[in-house]
């Protein structure tokens, strides 16, 4: 089975070496876990290191925005676009109603129609093998008509079925306690990996735990994660709280 590596340090050794090719997997949490970010690093990394353009489908962040972001971590994002390594596709303009400049963009207004048209024509052009979508809520899934949810679901899961890509699905929580926003999504995807806060010692701390992760054996551990100047790394899993032991004072 082809895996694809995901350049992010420490991750493909819980995922018995990467996703699977091919596979849909979702990225689910709430924000400021570093969701984005993954995203990007997944996405530069495989068009920089392991020969596989790709394609970022932005529906929240503008392009602009996108580039800034991920130079903070030194991946020049504008110099593979020009190499035809990586296509951003700029929805969140459309979706806004805003002008942009952007080459991929949906110039005929936002609805899904159009977004797989633009998505097509992107993939092929640089026969991408990697496509991350930022992120799900933005895609019009109509969250408020539970009953809807898992159709829309497995259109949006149809479509990238087509495509031959491995593909990052970014999904926002509201509720740390969910795995996901109608509780649904994780049923149509290969994969579920989520992103979460906590509290150690008054410091907030990010983790990382697989939740699902089909034809491949994977960890079952919440391990902890840190965004340094070079993206997201995976720390060591975290071990469970051992109570002090009682120490026994000699009498006089």
């Not at 991920?70 to 969140?92: N, P, R, T």
């Given at each position: 089975?082809?895996k694809?590596?995901?350049?992010?340090p420490g991750?493909?050794?819980?995922?018995?070496?990467?996703?699977?090719?091919?596979?849909t997997?979702?990225?689910?949490g709430?924000?400021g876990t570093?969701?984005?970010?993954?995203?990007?690093?997944?996405?530069?990394?495989?068009?920089?290191?392991?020969?596989?353009?790709?394609?970022f489908?932005?529906?929240e962040?503008r392009?602009?925005?996108?580039?800034?972001?991920?130079?903070?971590?030194?991946?020049?994002?504008?110099?593979?676009?020009?190499?035809?390594?990586i296509?951003?596709i700029?929805?969140?303009?459309?979706?806004a109603?805003?002008?942009?400049?952007e080459?991929?963009?949906?110039?005929r207004?936002?609805d899904?129609?159009?977004?797989?048209?633009?998505?097509?024509?992107?993939v092929?052009?640089?026969k991408?093998?990697?496509?991350?979508?930022?992120?799900?809520?933005?895609l019009?899934?109509?969250?408020?008509?539970?009953?809807?949810?898992r159709n829309?679901?497995?259109?949006?899961?149809?479509?990238?079925?087509e495509?031959?890509?491995?593909?990052?699905?970014?999904?926002?929580?509201?509720?740390?306690a969910?795995?996901?926003r109608?509780?649904?999504?994780q049923?149509?995807?290969?994969?579920?990996?989520?992103?979460?806060?906590?509290?150690?010692?008054?410091?907030l701390?990010?983790?990382?735990?697989?939740w699902?992760?089909?034809?491949?054996?994977h960890?079952?551990?919440?391990?902890?994660?840190?965004?340094?100047?070079?993206?997201?790394?995976?720390?060591?899993s975290k071990?469970?709280?051992?109570k002090p032991?009682?120490?026994?004072?000699?009498?006089?």
């Amino acid at each position: 089975m082809t895996k694809a590596m995901t350049g992010i340090p420490g991750l493909d050794d819980l995922i018995g070496g990467g996703f699977v090719e091919g596979s849909t997997v979702l990225l689910s949490g709430c924000t400021g876990t570093g969701k984005t970010i993954f995203g990007l690093q997944f996405l530069y990394s495989g068009a920089k290191h392991f020969g596989e353009p790709g394609i970022f489908v932005t529906l929240e962040t503008r392009p602009k925005e996108l580039r800034s972001e991920a130079l903070q971590f030194g991946w020049d994002l504008k110099d593979l676009e020009e190499q035809k390594k990586i296509i951003i596709i700029d929805a969140a303009s459309s979706k806004a109603g805003l002008p942009t400049s952007e080459k991929y963009t949906l110039r005929r207004g936002f609805d899904m129609s159009n977004l797989a048209e633009e998505v097509y024509r992107a993939v092929e052009e640089i026969k991408a093998r990697r496509l991350v979508i930022d992120s799900l809520s933005g895609l019009g899934v109509r969250f408020s008509e539970p009953s809807e949810v898992r159709n829309d679901l497995f259109r949006i899961g149809a479509l990238l079925g087509e495509l031959n890509v491995t593909s990052l699905v970014i999904g926002e929580v509201n509720d740390p306690a969910t795995l996901s926003r109608a509780g649904v999504e994780q049923f149509v995807v290969q994969g579920l990996i989520v992103l979460s806060l906590s509290e150690v010692e008054g410091v907030l701390q990010r983790n990382l735990l697989i939740w699902k992760m089909r034809q491949t054996t994977h960890s079952m551990k919440k391990h902890s994660i840190v965004i340094t100047n070079k993206g997201i790394e995976i720390g060591v899993s975290k071990p469970e709280r051992k109570k002090p032991r009682a120490h026994r004072t000699a009498s006089n």
